[in-house]
């Protein structure tokens, strides 16, 4: 059972990592498009 608890809660870091990771990427992306039309 402990095993289980140990792989969700490694799951769930990795997703929450994952998440922000990819947010913060999208944000890049977009700032780049914004200020890039202004050349």
Sequence with gaps: MKKVLILLAV??????VWKRYSDE???RDLWAEVTDTFE
């Design 11 to 16: 799951a769930g870091a990795g997703y929450l």
């Design 25 to 27: 990427t999208d944000s």
